[in-house]
Nanobody, 127 residues
Framework: QVQLVESGGGLVQAGDSLRLSCAAS????????MGWFRQAPGKEREFVAA????????YYTNSVKGRFTISRDNAKNTVYLQMNSLKPEDTAVYYC????????????????????WGQGTQVTVSS
């Protein structure tokens, strides 16, 4: 099992940027893909972005392509989500998640692919 702690959320205005961080501990971080999900009030949790265990592959939901960038620093056991040009519709609680399967070939995108979740960090974008 891996423990995940997110940070970096906050209240910003439309067009601003934020960088979320997720620190992992408890197992070999570099062997597992990582992902970011978000959940807005009254809505289901949705996939945002994911990165392969090696960092060589990434995948984004269409609504954030070109604005968000996921990256990882395996030396620091940390995954990041750089969010630029934020919009009010990006308002949500953002969750970091770790793949339940190590050394997966494909980048996971389904909630069921991930076995560990952080507690979430609130991102609020005002118009």
């Amino acid at each position: 099992q891996v423990q995940l702690v997110e940070s970096g959320g906050g209240l910003v205005q439309a067009g601003d940027s934020l960088r979320l961080s997720c620190a992992a501990s408890g197992r070999t971080f570099s062997s597992y893909a990582m992902g970011w999900f978000r959940q807005a009030p009254g809505k289901e949790r949705e996939f945002v972005a994911a990165i392969s265990w090696s960092g060589s592959s990434t995948y984004y939901t269409n609504s954030v392509k070109g604005r968000f960038t996921i990256s990882r620093d395996n030396a620091k056991n940390t995954v990041y989500l750089q969010m630029n040009s934020l919009k009010p519709e990006d308002t949500a609680v953002y969750y970091c998640a770790a793949d339940r399967k190590g050394l997966r070939v494909a980048v996971p995108t389904l909630p069921a692919d991930f076995g560990s979740w952080g507690q979430g960090t609130q991102v609020t974008v005002s118009s």
